[in-house]
């Protein structure tokens, strides 16, 4: 199924309704330079691994974990409430009295953060390198040039620590490379410039998920694979948000992804990246319609895509693109050149 989003008002309201745990974390580490934050949900038999690799974390600076529970049901709210009563100075939990989902738990925990770069754990992923915020810290630190850097994974599954070092090829990204949003870099292998702190609730809205958030920082500069951090895990389970959902679902959430990037861009004035998030869009178009030219389930023209799923026909129309390209390509590539 396809993940639901959404509005900007409902997920105002879900901020608003959203509160902090009493601790001493603004007081005992005023600055951080790092601030890493747990979206966590129903991850009971998880969230005790993840918090734990971040707190083995060694480093020279001061850093604050920002741990967001969304009511689970499960244990993991007791659980998270526990290690905020144990490190009160260095644990900030957020939450609310119900369950505001997925893109309100994410963007309050991001709002949250002080530190002038973020990193970010779900809570069902764990790092094994305790060095893992110090490299990608100093790194950007004396890389202006960069605004995110990322790192190995591996695959756990049934328990099970699959051997495969993933990326398979590895690269570094250039910005534009970035705004086209690759795969291959997990969030929670991540680290980027805090260029949240100055944004309004609307922008952070467009830009908060993982791929949006790869759009938004090839906008700031390159991203640079450090292979001398020691692979963190990602957890394939049945209760993974993005795990769970079939192949065809996940081919038709990255297309509306890349349509809403490219609204967005023009929205903020930024044209060029509209445009590289438009051309990127026409090649998953292709790709797509090459993968299942054999089944009668799609249908592409340069208006809309038009598909059967489950018994159900959906349909998603391109006449913005489409009026896009006959009125404004040109333009936009003289600006671009």
């Known amino acids: 199924m396809l993940r639901k989003r959404y509005t900007l008002e409902e997920v105002r309201k879900r901020i608003n ?39 083995m974390q060694e480093t020279t600076f001061p850093f604050e974990l920002i741990v967001g529970e969304d009511f689970s049901t499960d ?24 369950n505001v989902k997925q893109q309100a738990n994410q963007m309050r925990c991001l709002m949250a953060s002080r530190g002038k770069y973020v990193a970010i754990c ?56 970035l705004i086209a949003t690759p795969h291959g870099m997990p969030t929670f292998t991540k680290m980027v410039r805090n260029v949240f702190q100055d ?25 640079k694979f450090i292979k001398d951090i020691k692979p963190g895990i990602y957890l394939h389970h049945e209760g993974g948000t993005w795990t769970s959902m079939d192949s065809r679902a996940k081919k038709h959430d990255f297309l509306l992804l890349k349509m809403r990037l490219y609204r967005q861009f023009l929205e903020i004035n930024d044209e060029k990246s509209a445009l590289i998030s438009l051309e990127s869009l026409r090649i998953k178009l292709v790709e797509l319609r090459y993968s299942e030219n054999n089944r009668n ?13 489950r018994g159900v026909r959906l349909e998603f129309h391109f006449h913005p693109i489409s009026n896009f390209f006959k009125k404004n390509m040109d333009r936009l590539k003289r600006k671009r050149n």
């Not at 609730?201 to 390159?222: E, I, Q």
Request: glycine share 4%; net charge negative.
């Open 17 to 55: 309704d959203s509160y902090e745990l009493k601790n001493n974390v603004l007081d005992s580490v005023p600055d951080p330079l790092v601030s890493v934050y747990v979206p966590t949900y129903q991850h009971v038999n998880y969230i005790r691994t993840a918090i734990e690799s971040i707190l």
């Open 75 to 98: 244990g993991t709210r007791e659980i998270t409430f526990e290690y905020a009563t144990k490190y009160p100075d260095l644990i900030r939990l957020i939450t609310a009295d119900y």
């Open 122 to 177: 779900s809570g069902d992923d764990y790092w094994t390198d305790p060095l893992k915020l110090q490299k990608q810290a100093d790194f950007l630190e004396a890389n202006n040039d960069y605004s995110m850097c990322y790192h190995p994974y591996q695959i756990k599954r049934n328990g099970i620590v699959l051997e495969k070092l993933l990326p398979v090829k590895p690269k570094d990204f250039s910005g534009d490379e």
């Open 199 to 223: 944004f309004d609730l609307k922008k952070v809205f467009y830009f908060h998920g993982d791929y949006p958030m790869n759009a938004l920082m090839g906008t700031y500069g390159k991203s």
């Open 297 to 309: 389930t799609l249908e592409i023209s340069k208006n809309y895509l038009r598909f059967f799923y």
